[in-house]
């Protein structure tokens, strides 16, 4: 089956993809003035990247607010500091404005995230997890659908960094806005695919369990080989030449 046209791409050959990242301009946004600005120039575009980031918690129920939003076009990522510039009127506007759209993947958890610091009513959101969902992709994450559609990598080693800093490392910059980038260049594909990815889910199922049935049987099979018995020496009988 072409690695491509299965459904479940296979993690080694995700890791054998080329790393992709944003090359573009990253613009850090951290007071009111410089995000008006910002969204002054985003509300020009008809689709943005769209993401978010929260600081990690490694407690078990313990979750933190959302620390930064990104947004990209082709050639410029804006990297919102939400500690910086609070939630202006401004920002609340373009979350409701269903005129630019702002794709991201899994986003149902970033809106409701973001709700809780203000309430707004979201509004031209793109979930390419629910587009690739309905066209029975099954691996509909970020990394997934990059490997699918874009032939590359992304690189998951910032994820779990304090996205709370008051000054992001240049690594934290680029995969924010790697993130929200990728996600405006993989919708095109995405759209484009007319392929129904639900035929290839019944015949990797049906590989699956033959492979685990071979598997059985050569753990069942396998034989211990049994230790070889010291020969006991003959006995030589007095007199016996």
Known sequence: MDLLMANRLSRDYINSLPIIRFE???VMVTDEEQAKTALSELQKEENVGFDTESRPS?????????????????????????KKTGF???????????????????????IEKLQELRDFNAAGFVDLSKIASEKGII????????????????????????????QLTKKQQIYAASDAWICL?????LLADHTNYRQFIEKEEKERQE???????????????????????????????
């Open 24 to 26: 573009g301009e990253v």
């Open 58 to 82: 490694f407690t078990k129920g313990k979750s933190y607010p959302i620390s930064l939003v990104q947004f990209a076009t082709e050639n410029k990522a804006f990297l919102f500091q939400l």
């Open 88 to 110: 202006p009127d401004c920002l609340l506007e373009f979350l409701c404005n269903d005129e630019v759209k702002k794709i991201g993947v899994g986003i149902k958890n970033d």
């Open 139 to 166: 691996q509909v994450g970020l990394r997934g659908l990059t490997a699918r559609y874009i032939k590359h990598r992304i690189t998951k080693t910032a994820q779990k960094t304090n996205w709370a800093l008051p």
């Open 185 to 189: 260049r993989i919708y095109p594909l």
């Open 211 to 241: 492979r685990l049935r071979i598997h059985r049987e050569k753990k069942n099979h396998t034989m211990v080989m049994p230790k070889k018995s010291v020969s006991e020496k003959p006995v030589v009988q007095k007199g016996a030449k």
